[in-house]
């Protein structure tokens, strides 16, 4: 069984353009986010799928410069795009994941992939309720589950946001949630503004950096916790461009 990481990324982001190469902690927030889900022990393959657009050159260039592999596909229909990386990559597990999310926790991911494997289920995620603070997001569905959205979803939202039309459908598809002890949902580390990105380097900054590929989510916390009253402000609502389903589409 392949269990394949596909992260979604473009560089014409609505929001914050050219953000998935800003610098973090001295490395391009993409080339970031990828050594930090390299740690993942439930992945066998990590795929950035961008799109065809020349605009998107230069991200290609980063991600397969670090040894990453990249593939190409629509612009507009991501669902596409990822049934496309998930046949390329060989994947029977596919790991959706966004762009905007650097500070994505490997031990997470993994707790999804894991119960998606032995729940012999077809989608799992820590977002049908959230409790994990946005930017955290997973998602972790079977390639049969993706391809048949990607052979029956209707344009539109279902091809932009990828899951919902998997999520919608509960009785066609076998579905569980991984949920927080505590409700964390109204802390917001994912990238969309210029105060998002200012936000997350803080927190990084506040760890020490040989840690930065390594720290997880309770790391963060403690760094919220400790230092909160000093980090800068994001004021910005969860999920704004779809607030049904989990995170702008970055590609």
């Known amino acids: 069984m392949i269990r394949v990481a596909i992260v979604q990324a473009r560089m014409s982001s609505k929001r914050l353009p050219g953000k998935v190469l800003a610098d973090i902690a001295g490395s391009p927030m993409i080339t970031f986010m990828l050594r930090r889900i390299e740690r993942c022990r439930e992945i066998d393959r990590i795929v950035v799928a961008t799109s065809s657009d020349s605009s998107d050159d230069p991200l290609c260039e980063e991600v397969e410069r670090n040894g990453f592999q990249c593939f190409r596909g629509s612009l507009t229909d991501v669902l596409d795009r990822y049934a496309g990386a998930a046949s390329a990559s060989a994947a029977d597990v596919v790991v959706r994941l966004t762009a905007d999310c650097p500070l994505i926790d490997a031990d997470l991911i993994?707790?999804?992939?894991?119960?998606?494997?032995?729940?012999?289920?077809?989608?799992?995620?820590?977002?049908?309720?959230?409790?994990?603070?946005?930017?955290?997001?997973?998602?972790?569905?079977?390639?049969?589950?993706?391809?048949?959205?990607?052979?029956?979803?209707?344009?539109?939202?279902?091809?932009?946001?990828?899951?919902?039309?998997?999520?919608?459908?509960?009785?066609?598809?076998?579905?569980?949630?991984?949920?927080?002890?505590?409700?964390?949902?109204?802390?917001?580390?994912?990238?969309?503004?210029?105060?998002?990105?200012?936000?997350?380097?803080?927190?990084?900054?506040?760890?020490?950096?040989?840690?930065?590929?390594?720290?997880?989510?309770?790391?963060?916390?403690?760094?919220?916790?400790?230092?909160?009253?000093?980090?800068?402000?994001?004021?910005?609502?969860?999920?704004?461009?779809?607030?049904?389903?989990?995170?702008?589409?970055?590609?």
């Open 110 to 251: 993994d707790k999804v992939v894991a119960r998606l494997i032995t729940g012999a289920l077809d989608y799992v995620s820590n977002v049908d309720p959230p409790t994990f603070p946005d930017g955290l997001d997973v998602e972790a569905f079977t390639r049969v589950a993706l391809m048949a959205a990607a052979r029956d979803a209707k344009d539109g939202p279902d091809r932009e946001h990828v899951t919902p039309f998997i999520r919608r459908d509960k009785n066609r598809f076998r579905q569980s949630n991984i949920a927080g002890i505590l409700d964390l949902s109204a802390l917001r580390w994912t990238v969309d503004h210029a105060d998002d990105l200012t936000l997350i380097r803080s927190m990084i900054a506040s760890l020490p950096p040989e840690l930065a590929y390594s720290v997880d989510r309770f790391d963060f916390l403690r760094v919220v916790e400790s230092r909160g009253a000093e980090l800068p402000i994001n004021p910005h609502a969860r999920n704004e461009s779809y607030p049904e389903f989990p995170s702008e589409p970055v590609g």
